[in-house]
Every structure is written in C-alpha cells, then in structure tokens.
C-alpha cells in the first residue's frame, strides 16, 4: 500500500530531482509517471439496427459498449464515455468513417491509438456497416492505447459488452445473421 498522496509523490520526485542534479546522490533509474485514467459513462442512445441511423457519440466522448436484442429490427444501444486524464477531459479528434463492409462477415479494427465513436448499420446481415474512429489528446499530447483484447463471442441477438476500467471500445466482428457470434475489441490507454 502506498502511503504518500500524489502530491506528496510528485513533491518527493521534484526533491530527488533536485538532488540528482545537484551531484549529491547517482541513480541510474527514475520512477516513471503514471496517468490518472477516469473514464466516465455519458451520452446513450437506442436505434432500430436495421434503419441506417448513423450513431456518433457526442464531441469529447467515446463508445464504451453495444448492445443488441432481436433480430436486424431489434434495438441496439450504444454507450458512449468522457475520459478524463490526469483530470482534463481528453480531446476527440473529428471522426473519420470507415469504408462499408457486408454485416454477416464483418471485421473492424480501428487504426493504430484510434477508437471508435460511431457506427451506421442499414437492413438484415446481408446490409452493410460501417464505422467512425477517431484518435485522442491530452495535454497537447497524443494518447496512445495498448493491451488490446477481444472478447469471446456472443450470440448477437441477446448481445452485451462494455468496455472494463481504463479501457475503450476498438473493434467488432460479426459472422451470420442475428444468431450468429460478436466479439469486440478493446484497448487500454497506455501510461
């Protein structure tokens, strides 16, 4: 367990600073910093899968998780999130939309530190769906994304899958109709 507050960590690492350079002590390592990661639900919203309703998640928010009921004219639910780093709301960059792929094969993975902030889908698995992905900053600085995973598929008529803590929503696949199996992708943002 670690007893010091942030404060006093950062007050202690300035101190050590200090005196490594001033030649009083020689190390050859220094602690590295770790992010403060808070990702918080935000905007929802429920669509007819099969209508082609574009879902994009508000400015400054990423999707966190879907879920689905039914067959192509169930309802799906997005759920989108604020991610706040080292207490600032991280920046979204404009979203950039994928090419359309034929839902009853589908793989998608955004690019490199991209996560998604949107999805279009329009009529039965034979229809098409495509993505929005977009990348995040904070402090100036780009965010960088690691530890990627996909979840086990799910029978994608009775479908549920959010994101864990520090992590964002990256990837789906889908094969066959509303029977058949999802999986999503996440990713964790790196320190």
Same mark, same amino acid.
């Given at each position: 367990?670690?007893?010091?507050?942030?404060?006093?960590?950062?007050?202690?690492?300035?101190?050590?600073?200090?005196?490594?350079?001033?030649?009083?002590?020689? #190390?050859?390592?220094?602690?590295?910093?770790?992010?403060?990661?808070?990702?918080?639900?935000?905007?929802?919203?429920?669509?007819?899968?099969?209508?082609?309703?574009?879902?994009?998640?508000?400015?400054?928010?990423?999707?966190?998780?879907?879920?689905? !009921?039914?067959?192509?004219? @169930?309802?799906?639910?997005?759920?989108?999130?604020?991610?706040?780093?080292?207490?600032?709301?991280?920046?979204?960059?404009?979203?950039?939309?994928?090419?359309?792929?034929?839902?009853?094969?589908?793989?998608?993975?955004?690019?490199?530190?991209?996560?998604?902030?949107?999805?279009?889908?329009?009529?039965?698995?034979?229809?098409?769906?495509?993505?929005?992905?977009?990348?995040?900053? #904070?402090?100036?600085?780009?965010?960088?994304?690691?530890?990627?995973?996909?979840?086990? @598929?799910?029978?994608e008529s009775n479908s549920y899958s959010k994101?864990?803590?520090?992590?964002?929503m990256v990837g789906r696949q889908h094969s066959?109709?509303?029977?058949?199996?999802? !999986?999503?992708?996440?990713?964790?943002?790196?320190?």
């Amino acid at each position: 367990m670690n007893c010091f507050s942030r404060l006093t960590r950062r007050s202690l690492a300035l101190v050590s600073t200090a005196v490594l350079s001033g030649g009083l002590i020689t #190390a050859t390592a220094t602690e590295a910093y770790a992010a403060e990661v808070l990702i918080i639900d935000g905007y929802t919203q429920t669509v007819r899968e099969s209508d082609g309703t574009p879902v994009l998640c508000p400015t400054d928010q990423v999707l966190l998780g879907r879920s689905h !009921s039914g067959d192509e004219n @169930g309802s799906t639910t997005y759920y989108c999130g604020i991610i706040l780093i080292d207490g600032q709301v991280a920046r979204v960059s404009a979203p950039a939309w994928s090419a359309s792929q034929r839902e009853s094969n589908s793989y998608f993975s955004a690019p490199a530190n991209q996560v998604l902030v949107g999805r279009q889908h329009t009529g039965d698995e034979n229809g098409t769906t495509r993505y929005a992905t977009a990348s995040l900053s #904070a402090g100036g600085q780009a965010v960088e994304l690691k530890d990627f995973r996909w979840t086990p @598929g799910q029978r994608e008529s009775n479908s549920y899958s959010k994101a864990g803590e520090r992590e964002l929503m990256v990837g789906r696949q889908h094969s066959g109709d509303e029977n058949g199996q999802t !999986s999503y992708q996440y990713a964790m943002i790196a320190d």
